[in-house]
């Protein structure tokens, strides 16, 4: 059996900091691209951030030099530290795994910042 498990999520001030993790199934972990992606309600999923086995980043244009992906390769975990954070951040933060055409999610995570 292959899961996702996101955690971290919660109730944040704005210009707070928050760090989500995603401990992922060995089995979908090495040799995947990672990926967070969010969905505020009644909107799409959208990407956030992505990190290759090799550890090459790419980022939404709304959260460069605010979030930081990363991924500890012996813990099979991702991370996404959130900095700064903004009431537009609001949603449900959800981790991929991807490889070829297969992909898995997580069940998400909520990020609520408000004042």
């Known amino acids: 059996q292959v899961q996702l498990v996101e955690s971290g999520g919660g109730l944040v001030h704005p210009g707070g900091s928050l760090r989500l993790s995603c401990a992922a199934s060995g089995s979908i972990f090495s040799g995947h691209t990672m990926g967070w992606y969010r969905q505020a309600p009644g909107k799409q999923r959208d990407l956030v951030a992505v990190i290759t086995p090799s550890g090459m980043t790419n980022y939404a244009d709304s959260v460069k030099g605010r979030f930081t992906i990363s991924r500890d390769n012996a813990k099979t975990t991702v991370y996404l530290q959130m900095n700064n954070v903004k009431p537009e951040d609001t949603a449900v933060y959800y981790c991929?795994?991807?490889?070829?055409?297969?992909?898995?999610w997580g069940q998400g995570t909520q990020v609520t910042v408000s004042s």
């Open positions: 991929r795994s991807s490889r070829t055409l297969n992909n898995y």
